[in-house]
């Protein structure tokens, strides 16, 4: 399997909590009613796994290696990390807007956090993940994705499966499929 490859099958599961985030913005915006306990496990789960699993591993593993690999790369990395940090900003500013009770920002800032983090996922699977395909040689890819297993070999694999196990259970209370 390619580095890239790896990363593609968790943006798979962050669109996924991306997908339960847009039902409660919905919910929130039509009849207010969202269980407050919901949102803070979506909120928790892209915090915990896009955030400091993910984005994680592309920021210390794979944007490295490729601008390692080719120097010219370094402004689309620097981009795609500045994105990484607004997408924080704004999943700090949803945390604040669920504790102070303000729902038209709340809804706001997870609108934004939800289109801005799908387009970074469109271009990264097809464009930048495609530049490293083409970038890296077979041997830089082999070392990237070890690297990559061995940070996961640092994850709870308990807190996974309950981090999965909640987002299962959140896709079926908000009929997400």
């Given at each position: 399997m390619k580095s890239t490859e790896f990363l593609i099958q968790e943006h798979k599961l962050i669109l996924r909590a991306l997908n339960v985030l847009d039902a409660m913005s919905a919910s929130i915006e039509t009849t207010r009613a969202v269980d407050q306990r919901d949102v803070s496990e979506i909120l928790e789960f892209l915090r915990w796994f896009a955030d400091a699993h993910h984005q994680a591993k592309e920021e210390t593993i794979l944007f490295p290696a490729l601008k390692s690999a080719a120097a010219s790369q370094g402004r689309p990395v620097e981009h795609m990390t500045f994105e990484h940090d607004q997408e924080r900003s704004l999943v700090e500013d949803m945390e604040k807007d669920l504790r102070l009770a303000r729902p038209s920002e709340f809804v706001a800032c997870a609108n934004r956090l939800s289109s801005s983090l799908r387009n970074?996922?469109?271009?990264?699977?097809?464009?930048?993940?495609?530049?490293?395909?083409?970038?890296?040689?077979?041997q830089e890819d082999d070392a990237v994705f070890e690297q990559l297993s061995r940070f996961d070999t640092t994850l709870d694999k308990q807190v996974l499966e309950e981090k999965l196990k909640d987002l299962r259970s959140l896709e079926w209370t908000y009929s997400v499929s």
């Open positions: 970074h996922i469109y271009k990264e699977d097809h464009i930048l993940f495609e530049t490293v395909d083409a970038v890296l040689s077979p």
